[in-house]
């Protein structure tokens, strides 16, 4: 009778820091792959600590409390499935990113990753030591390889595992989402099954942590490269897959492929969830919102109500003399829609207040951007003052092309504690808006349907700081301002290359130059989603004081 091997992977969501809370959910998985009669459990890369923990392991303390759930999770676990699980591992002086088997009641295999990534949002060299290429491990009647993370991005550990007698590849990951991302990492699995011959199960984490939102999307190859599983994106999942030996070598045996969506519900499904796990991890249970009748709040508004439920969302409405009627109309359109609270603050009495405490130090200036501006804080400190009041989290709202350019308000309409949209360019933004409109899926917590009125979408975007004020009145068209910006941020274009391409020299050089002296604002603004390669902050790291610009 041919061998067979059950394999359960655990597709889950740790919390950096959450210890014991991480190694109950190993546990529980643990129980469920038992009861299923697995022959061994496996959770992502890091699981224990939660993924990224930085340089929280460099804190002895921690490193040595994350080792000892360790020890205590593989005496909870001794009678039944191995258990795979990533946690730190100090030896000698030296701090490894490693997986661990526990089988048995005991630590009967410690693996530490070879190859530590050192770009984009990772910096693993500077905290950890780079471990020799671990050999096969066996469970059972397989003899399991496991490349953790970025060693299956090269040839050398898997081909190491699989010429050691290696008969599969078990290849546990912290990988977030980036749009596509999934494409790159499916590339790189085929090329080490084509090289080794071996099925290969790639196991990722989901859900949010900071920045980064880790997506799923685990999926199972056996040897052609062909994929016979593939779990959900972006959602908690276990799923049992069985393994049996054949002539040509042991081959998974097929099992559900889930939907893969397209890049827009992908990244709308990555708001979501990094907006969910940011307030929710960090202890916050509501969010409120500037609501402005335009159509940055008003997709901001939907991703919040879709993360936490309409019940957990305020939205406030904060009018000036410059309001439009159809921005309030709108306002609430959205707030009805989604079915949120909404209120209305005018700031025009502090306004007032404020233009004539200062009028004796202005006077004799001309009125510019500071009228503007003084707006914009004052919505900010009413925003504030309410999340100190109510215990709800101020999202911000700006969008990727503004915050490249600066056209936000420091300490204004920049206030608050996350943006989910952080990442999004403005014309991605109208696009998420009408793909929202049209489509609802089981994890929207908000209701379906028409959510953002469609004028909100097609009227021209202004932030009504001033009469009559348009956002081309400062900027290009954003069809035109984010090719440039596509340009200069997502491809490190140079101006030269810009020009060559069709647009006008004049216009890059002053987006250029508003994307240098916007340097501050970045490294004071909220955190947001990553959704891009270049996100800004891990991703593209600029000095604040830079007077060099591009002579091309």
């Not at 205590?72 to 499935?81: K, M, N, T």
């Not at 989603?529 to 004081?545: E, G, I, N, Q, S």
Request: aromatic fraction near 8%.
């Amino acid at each position: 009778m041919a061998a067979t091997f059950r394999l359960t992977l655990a597709q889950l969501n740790p919390t950096v820091g959450a210890l014991q809370a991480n190694a109950d959910k190993a546990h529980a998985a643990w129980e469920a792959a038992r009861d299923a009669g697995a022959d061994m459990v496996a959770l992502p890369e890091m699981f224990l600590t939660g993924y990224q923990p930085q340089d929280l392991v460099l804190k002895t303390a921690f490193t040595r409390d994350a080792m000892a759930h360790v020890r205590q999770l593989a005496e909870r676990c001794a009678d039944g499935p191995a258990l795979g699980i990533g946690a730190p591992h100090a030896e000698g002086g030296r701090i490894y990113n490693a997986w661990y088997v526990l089988q048995g009641g005991r630590i009967a295999a410690v693996l530490r990753k070879h190859h530590l990534p050192n770009e984009q949002v990772f910096d693993e060299r500077r905290i950890y030591t780079s471990g020799d290429i671990s050999g096969p491990y066996r469970v059972g009647p397989l003899r399991i390889g496991t490349p953790i993370c970025e060693d299956a991005w090269h040839d050398d550990v898997a081909e190491a595992q699989a010429e050691s007698g290696a008969q599969i590849l078990l290849v546990p990951n912290g990988s977030p989402h980036a749009r596509g991302r999934f494409d790159v990492r499916m590339g790189h699995m085929v090329a080490r099954v084509v090289e080794t011959g071996l099925p290969l199960v790639y196991l990722n984490m989901v859900g949010g942590q900071d920045d980064q939102v880790f997506d799923g999307a685990s999926f199972v190859l056996n040897p052609g490269g062909r994929m016979v599983a593939l779990l959900p994106g972006f959602e908690e999942h276990l799923r049992h897959i069985d393994f049996s030996e054949t002539p040509e070598g042991w081959r998974a045996e097929p099992s559900e492929l889930a939907p893969l969506p397209d890049p827009i519900e992908r990244d709308y499904h990555a708001m979501v969830v990094g907006t969910r796990d940011y307030l929710g991890k960090s202890g916050f249970k509501k969010a409120l919102l500037g609501l402005s009748g335009g159509i940055d709040s008003a997709i901001v508004a939907a991703i919040a109500a879709d993360a936490l439920g309409p019940e957990n969302l305020r939205c406030v409405m904060l009018p000036s003399r410059f309001t439009s009627t159809d921005s309030l109309e709108d306002a609430a359109g959205v707030a009805k829609a989604l079915g949120c609270k909404l209120d209305e603050v005018a700031i025009t009495g502090a306004q007032g207040s404020v233009t004539q405490a200062l009028g004796p130090l202005f006077e004799g200036l001309p009125e510019d951007v500071t009228e503007e501006n003084i707006q914009s804080r004052l919505r900010g400190l009413l925003l504030m003052a309410l999340s100190n009041k109510t215990g709800a989290m101020l999202l911000t709202t700006g969008n990727k092309s503004e915050v490249a350019v600066g056209y936000a308000t420091i300490y204004g309409d920049m206030n608050g504690g996350f943006n989910p949209i952080k990442d999004l360019y403005k014309t991605r933004v109208f696009e998420t808006c009408r793909w929202r409109n049209a489509t609802h899926r089981p994890w929207m917590k908000a209701p379906a349907g028409e959510v953002i009125p469609p004028r909100i979408i097609t009227k021209p975007p202004t932030a009504e700081l001033r009469a009559n004020q348009r956002d081309e009145d400062s900027l290009p068209p954003y069809d035109v301002l984010d090719a440039i910006l596509e340009g200069l941020v997502e491809r490190d274009a140079s101006v030269g290359e810009l020009v060559a391409e069709g647009m006008d020299r004049d216009t890059v050089r002053r987006i250029e130059h508003l994307l240098y002296i916007s340097e501050w604002k970045r490294y004071q603004a909220a955190p947001g989603v990553r959704l891009t390669p270049r996100a800004f902050w891990l991703d593209r790291r600029y000095p604040m004081v830079n007077r060099w610009r591009d002579p091309s």
